[in-house]
């Protein structure tokens, strides 16, 4: 075998070998909580070495962040075609939002335990800095529905409307998270009568009879998501 075959073949089992821990350590989260779970606990059920399971992952934060890259590499294809196949901003956003929940079904557990990571100042944070690439990443998808749906809003105001969509899905997720309802019903009934609000309000927001609130939005929004 040539060198090259080699490396080719250890680099195949070294993601491998990443891919069984991260699973593990999932399986391991959902059954035990992420606070209680352990790297040892990780380590046990993915078959290798403690130390194995850190030279991969140095934390059990590192492992939540490769769940979240990988979470956001498996839904692309999807989110992709929904903004290609959609046709009006209502499809776009509800396939956006329902992928979601499709994708973090069976780590919603998970979810909920991680919820209670909000503030900025945790790595974990969706807010954070640390997980800046995959919150730009995802607000990208909603900037684009709204483009390609051709929303018309006052320049003022339309910059932020991706970002706010973005807040508006994780509003919807944190609900989801801890709805307790049959197949999670109650969420169902409050995306569904939300989203109907939210494309009301997007229609008459340009009416000229609310110009006079255009200015005061704007200066909130600007207020709110002026960087630093």
Not at 59 to 74: G, H, N, T
Not at 81 to 102: C, M, N, P, Q, S
Not at 164 to 180: A, H, K, P, S, T
Request: contains cysteine; positive net charge; charged residues 25%.
């Amino acid at each position: 075998m040539s060198p090259r075959s080699n490396s080719a073949a250890g680099t195949k089992k070294s993601a491998e070998t990443r891919a069984r821990i991260l699973e593990a350590a999932l399986r391991v989260f959902r059954e035990r909580g992420f606070e209680a779970a352990t790297m040892r606990e990780v380590s046990a059920e993915a078959g290798v070495a403690l130390g194995g399971a850190y030279y991969y992952f140095p934390s059990k934060e590192a492992i939540v962040m490769a769940f979240y890259e990988q979470a956001q590499a498996e839904m692309r294809p999807v989110l992709e075609a929904v903004l290609t196949e959609g046709r009006t901003l209502e499809a776009r956003l509800r396939g956006l939002i329902e992928e979601k929940f499709t994708c973090f079904g069976p780590n919603r557990k998970l979810l909920g335990a991680l919820s209670g990571h909000t503030d900025p100042s945790h790595s974990l944070s969706p807010f954070s800095s640390e997980t800046a690439d995959i919150r730009n990443a995802d607000i990208a998808f909603f900037e684009r529905a709204v483009t390609d749906s051709k929303v018309k809003l006052p320049a003022n105001i339309l910059p932020y409307l991706p970002r706010l969509l973005w807040m508006y899905q994780m509003g919807l997720i944190l609900f989801w998270v801890y709805d307790r309802s049959p197949a999670q019903r109650r969420t169902r009934a409050l995306f569904d009568g939300t989203l109907r609000m939210l494309l009301l309000t997007l229609k008459i927001a340009g009416l000229p009879l609310l110009k006079p609130m255009h200015k005061i939005a704007g200066d909130v929004l600007h207020a709110v998501f002026e960087e630093k």
